[in-house]
C-alpha cells in the first residue's frame, strides 16, 4: 500500500541533495561550488488510525497535518 494520506492525499515526493564544497563569498571565500547532486524522496508523516466514520470506528492512514488541523475525529 502507498505512503498517501487517505484524508488530504498527501504522498511521498522527489527532489535533489546539492553537496558544495568551499567557503561563501560574504564569509571571505572564493564561493561555494557544487560537487555532487543526488536524489532523494520526502515522505510524509503517515500514521495509521481510529476515525470516527459514519458513526463506526475504522483504522485510517492519515498524516499527522490533518490530525492536528482537526480534518478528523479519532476515536476515544
Known sequence: ??????????G????RSISRRG???SKG?????TTGITKRTFK???QR?????????RRKK???ACIRSGAIRKAP
Open 1 to 10: 500500500m502507498p505512503r498517501v494520506c487517505e484524508v488530504c492525499g498527501k
Open 12 to 15: 511521498t515526493t522527489f527532489g
Open 23 to 25: 567557503r561563501a563569498k
Open 29 to 33: 571565500g572564493i564561493g561555494k561550488k
Open 44 to 46: 510524509p508523516n503517515i
Open 49 to 57: 488510525v481510529r476515525v470516527l466514520e459514519n458513526g463506526g470506528v
Open 62 to 64: 492519515v498524516c499527522a
